[in-house]
């Protein structure tokens, strides 16, 4: 993986190299969202092979309380597809992640392209290590995965299971250190989106099941927690201050989004890049936090933002984003 220094960076984006941590973060989106279908055990493993810095992904939760992987509140088709109708429940309208078992989800296969114009290139094969993964837990490389599950893949990634299937020593050392960015897909004031007790002021169970898989993996100092709605990330924040947390931002940027950061108690800010400028970007610093706009896929748009100096970007294409970013000497 490119490992660049400063005095190479310098000569490209003087105010990243002054400014900002030796490393950057490459942050997979979905996985791999331009490679292979999102939020799988395939996409997963693509970006793993990139060697990202760390992998960002949707989190739901089921009728039952386990934690799933999917960006949508509606299993619609694509990129779900309902392969074993006799394990699910048709008759529930909408078919709200919420509304549905464990059980009747693993009927499911997330193994679509929902926008094939923007990712011609997403490739439906299943890739080696989540075909052997799935063979040795009883799943389907294409199931929705669980938080747990993405956590054991990972592991087995930078382990043995790596190696049998061809990953190099860089590439399973890297997974070991892996970072993990988990969105908690709240909608502000729609609560029945996940329906699990939240209101705002106390956890939900989402939260609760979030923190908890976390602990049992020794994971949490390794993980950002994300969302729209603000209020769960400050309080995953009282529940466990080893987590990192991340503001998003969908639209015009806050008046103050140093402060903003402040009363979320949060240490990431990460606005569509469209509604970021260089002045939010040295404000947002200068406080103390980092930078981290999604969801970037265009070379031109990298390259400025990586003159106002970004901490990271969150990409579709983190293959491109990589080759990038060594032709630019810029360590990740």
Request: glycine share 8%; net charge negative.
């Amino acid at each position: 993986m490119p490992r660049g220094g400063p005095e190479t960076s310098a000569r490209f984006f003087p105010r990243w190299a002054e400014a900002m941590s030796p490393l950057f973060n490459l942050q997979g989106h979905r996985g791999a969202r331009a490679l292979h279908p999102e939020n799988t055990l395939p996409s997963f493993e693509a970006a793993l092979d990139v060697g990202v810095s760390s992998l960002e992904t949707d989190m739901h939760l089921t009728r039952d309380g386990v934690v799933v992987l999917c960006h949508d509140p509606l299993l619609c088709n694509p990129p779900y597809s309902l392969l074993r109708p006799e394990s699910a429940s048709p008759s529930l309208s909408p078919p709200l992640v919420s509304r549905f078992t464990w059980a009747e989800l693993r009927g499911y296969r997330a193994d679509g392209n929902p926008d094939p114009r923007r990712f011609p290139d997403q490739n439906p094969d299943v890739t080696p290590l989540a075909a052997l993964f799935a063979q040795q837990h009883g799943l389907h490389p294409y199931g929705i995965p669980t938080l747990e599950e993405l956590l054991l893949f990972t592991a087995a990634y930078a382990g043995e299971p790596g190696a049998q299937v061809g990953k190099s020593a860089v590439q399973r050392q890297r997974a070991r250190n892996v970072l993990f960015d988990l969105e908690l897909k709240r909608v502000p004031f729609h609560p029945e989106t996940i329906n699990d007790g939240y209101d705002g002021t106390t956890p939900g169970l989402l939260e609760e099941s979030v923190v908890e898989t976390l602990r049992r993996a020794g994971v949490v100092a390794r993980t950002t927690v994300r969302s729209f709605d603000h209020r769960c990330v400050r309080l995953l924040r009282r529940m466990e201050p080893g987590l990192t947390g991340a503001v998003l931002i969908a639209e015009m940027a806050p008046a103050a989004p140093a402060k903003l950061l402040e009363s979320v108690d949060a240490q990431v800010y990460c606005p569509a890049y469209p509604f970021l400028d260089e002045a939010i970007v040295r404000q947002v610093q200068a406080a103390g936090a980092r930078v981290l706009p999604w969801t970037v896929n265009q070379p031109e748009h990298w390259r400025r933002l990586l003159d106002w100096g970004v901490d990271g970007l969150t990409t579709d294409v983190p293959d491109r984003l990589a080759r990038y970013l060594g032709e630019h000497g810029i360590a990740f």
